[in-house]
C-alpha cells in the first residue's frame, strides 16, 4: 500500500519548513501546522531522521517500517518505500548518523536488521531477545540494542556481530552515547541514570535523576546537555561533562515516554499520555508552545537541520481501530 500525506484538520497545511527561530527563544509556532503520513496498518512506535533531514522512518506493530522522502520546504509530494521482512513489532529504529540511507530497526522478533533504505534490502544480526530499544555510535561504527529481558547487546556493524553482552537485574530503558562517544548513557526502571565509560564498561556513576523510572533520553546536538524523561511526569536537564542536573520541565502529568531536542539545542520537545507535545526553550525553561494530540504519543523526534517535528502515538479512528498514521509539524499554513 503506498502511503498517503495529508493537511491536518483545521490547521491549513503546505508550505515551507520555519527556518525562522535559530535565534528567537520565543518564535512564534502558533501559526505553523502539522501534516499526517497516512500507510502503517496498525500504531507506529517509533519515528526518526536521516542525517541529511531529507528522509524519515517509521516503525510500527504491523511489523514493519516505512521509509519517507519528505521535501523539508513541503513543495514535492512525499514518496515512501516500505520495508518488510521483520516478524513481529518493530519497536524503534535509527538512521546511521554517517549514512543518510542506512536506518537499524529493532524489533520483537530477536532480531535486528540493517536496511538500505534506496533498496529496501537488509542485513539480519539474531539476537536474544525482544528488543525495544536502539541507537547507533556517533561515528556510526556500534549500534547498541535493549530488550525487554533488560540485557544490553554492543553489535559491531561491519562485522554484523556482538562485541559486548551484559544482563542487568533491574529494569534498563533507552540509552545513548554521548556525541563525542566516551560515555555512554542507560536510563533505568529505578529512576537513576547510568554513565559508564567506553568502551570499557568499568567506571560508572549513578545519577539519581528521578523518584520513579527513567523512560527515554535525548542528547543535546552541541553536546552541552542530555535530558531525560521519567515516571514522575518530569524531565530533567543535565549538563553532559559536569553530569548535573541543571533544570526540569514540568508541564506534562503524565509518564514522560518521549524527548527530543531540535538541531539548534534551543528547544526542546517532550510528550506523554497529555493531550499535547509540550515545546520549550533550553535555556529559559518555558514552554512557547504545545501541540495539541488525540492520543498517547510514543515517539517524537526533530529534523536535524530544519524545526520541524516528527510524532507518532497510539492514534485510533472513528472505529477504534489504530489510524497508523505518524505527523510532522513545522510546516507553514497557505
Known amino acids: 500500500m503506498e502511503g498517503r500525506e495529508e493537511e491536518r484538520k483545521g490547521g491549513g497545511g503546505g508550505g515551507a519548513a520555519a527556518t525562522a527561530g535559530a535565534t528567537t527563544p520565543g518564535m512564534n509556532l502558533k501559526n505553523l501546522v502539522s501534516r499526517e503520513y497516512y500507510g502503517h496498518k496498525k500504531k507506529v512506535h517509533s519515528v526518526a531522521w536521516n542525517c541529511l533531514g531529507t528522509k524519515l522512518a517509521s516503525g510500527s506493530i504491523d ?30 529504529l535509527c538512521w546511521d ?16 536488521r540493517l536496511w538500505d533504505a534506496r533498496s529496501g534490502k537488509c542485513q539480519v544480526v539474531e539476537l536474544s531477545g525482544e528488543n525495544i ?84 533520553i535525548a542528547m543535546d546536538p552541541l553536546d552541552r546537555y542530555f535530558a ?6 518530569l524531565v ?49 525553561g518555558r514552554s512557547i508552545h504545545q ?11 526533530w529534523n536535524p537541520k530544519y524545526n520541524l517535528l516528527a510524532y507518532a502515538g497510539d492514534d485510533k479512528n472513528k472505529y477504534q481501530t489504530d489510524e497508523g498514521v505518524f505527523r510532522i509539524f513545522g510546516f507553514e499554513s497557505t
Not at 188 to 198: A, I, M, P, S
Not at 228 to 233: E, H, P, Q, T, Y
Not at 291 to 301: D, G, H, L, R
Open 63 to 92: 511489523h514493519t517500517a516505512r521509509i519517507w522522502s519528505i521535501d523539508p520546504h513541503g513543495h514535492s509530494k512525499v514518496k515512501d518505500i516500505e520495508l518488510r521482512g521483520h516478524t513481529d513489532s518493530v519497536d524503534q
Open 97 to 112: 548518523p554517517k549514512h543518510p540511507d542506512t536506518v537499524a530497526t529493532a524489533a520483537a522478533d530477536k532480531t535486528i
Open 133 to 216: 530499544n536502539i541507537t547507533y555510535k556517533p561515528d556510526g561504527t556500534e549500534i547498541a540494542v535493549g530488550n525487554k529481558e533488560d540485557e544490553l547487546t554492543i553489535v559491531d556493524v561491519k562485522m554484523l556481530k556482538a562485541t559486548v553482552k551484559q544482563k542487568f537485574h533491574y529494569e534498563i530503558n533507552e540509552i545513548a552515547w554521548k556525541k563525542t562517544g566516551e560515555l555512554f548513557f542507560i536510563t533505568t526502571g529505578l529512576g537513576q541514570v547510568e554513565v559508564f565509560k567506553y568502551p570499557n564498561f568499568k567506571e560508572s556513576y549513578k545519577l539519581g535523576a528521578h523518584t520513579a523510572g527513567c523512560y527515554c
Open 228 to 233: 531525560v524523561g521519567s515516571a514522575d511526569s
Open 236 to 284: 530533567s536537564l543535565w549538563n553532559v561533562n559536569e553530569l548535573l542536573c541543571v533544570k526540569t520541565f514540568t508541564k506534562l502529568e503524565w509518564p514522560v515516554r518521549t524527548v527530543s531536542f531540535n538541531h539548534t539545542g534551543e528547544f526542546i520537545a517532550y510528550a506523554s499520555e497529555d493531550p499535547f507535545i509540550d515545546i520549550a526553550n533550553v535555556q529559559t
Open 291 to 301: 501541540i495539541p494530540c488525540k492520543a498517547a504519543m510514543n515517539s517524537v523526534e
